[in-house]
């Protein structure tokens, strides 16, 4: 069974810190794939990346950057210099496929970016 | 390009009655998925179609929930009859194709309570 786990259920900051989000996941699939979703009030879910497992780069998008960490099993996100506008619910989300390719998401973590 | 669209947004009906929420994925998208967020977890998925056919349901509780994508195009899911426990939003997404690695679109979701 697949699980998708992120133990931070609020984190809250002030303007211009960084932040990193965790997410710690488990497959017994070899081939699988890790998403990163924003859900901010409006409640529409935002896919923001997508990451395979034979795919350990990291990967920078502006103030956004993942770090994928097979060995570990985790895939956390990084937002340099907080900005108001990145608070939100954010999601990670696994999917396999062989047998587990029903997406899984984490609980998700609050995001609350102070001005 | 016109996003997942919804209906209705907010809804609120008594234990036992039945409701039915409506989705119109992106054009051209083969894939259509339906998940439940109760409030504080991460979208679980109900069911997924490919087309008008239904790839997965497993985690759709049948006795009560049902879902069609007559015409592979929209799509519509059903409760009846509701219960306390079936408050949640749902959320309609849509990919591409089906695979895994496809990146999906939600649309706003729907606000369900019970009462």
């Known amino acids: 069974a697949q699980k998708v786990t992120q133990a931070q259920t609020e984190i809250s900051v002030v303007e211009k810190e960084d932040v990193t989000l965790d997410c710690v996941y488990e497959?017994?699939?070899?081939?699988?794939?890790l998403f990163w979703y924003k859900q901010p009030p409006s409640g529409e879910l935002v896919f923001l990346i997508r990451?395979?497992?034979?795919?350990?780069q990291n990967e920078i998008s502006g103030r956004y950057s993942w770090n994928f960490q097979k060995s570990t099993s985790s895939f956390n996100f990084t937002i340099t210099a907080s900005q108001v506008v990145d608070s939100a619910v954010y999601f990670c989300?696994?999917?396999?496929?062989?047998?587990?390719?029903?997406?899984?998401f984490g609980r998700g973590t609050s995001l609350i970016v102070h001005p | 390009e016109a996003g997942v669209a919804q209906s209705p947004r907010y809804k609120i009906i008594e234990k036992r009655q039945s409701v039915a929420f409506w989705c119109n994925p992106i054009?051209?998208?083969?894939?259509l998925y339906w998940y439940q967020q109760i409030l504080g977890q991460g979208p679980k998925l109900l069911i997924q179609?490919?087309?008008?056919?239904?790839?997965?349901d497993s985690q759709l509780p049948k006795d009560r929930f049902s879902a069609e994508r007559l015409k592979g195009v929209d799509s519509t899911l059903k409760i009846q009859p509701a219960k306390l426990e079936d408050s949640a939003v749902y959320l309609c997404?849509?990919?591409?194709?089906?695979?895994?690695?496809?990146?999906?679109?939600f649309g706003p979701g729907t606000r369900l309570t019970v009462t």
């Open positions: 990451r395979n497992s034979f795919d350990e």
């Open positions: 054009s051209g998208h083969a894939t």
């Open positions: 989300a696994l999917r396999g496929t062989g047998g587990s390719y029903i997406p899984t």
């Open positions: 497959t017994r699939d070899t081939t699988y794939y």
């Open positions: 179609f490919q087309n008008n056919g239904v790839v997965d």
């Open positions: 997404a849509s990919s591409l194709g089906g695979t895994s690695a496809d990146e999906q679109y």
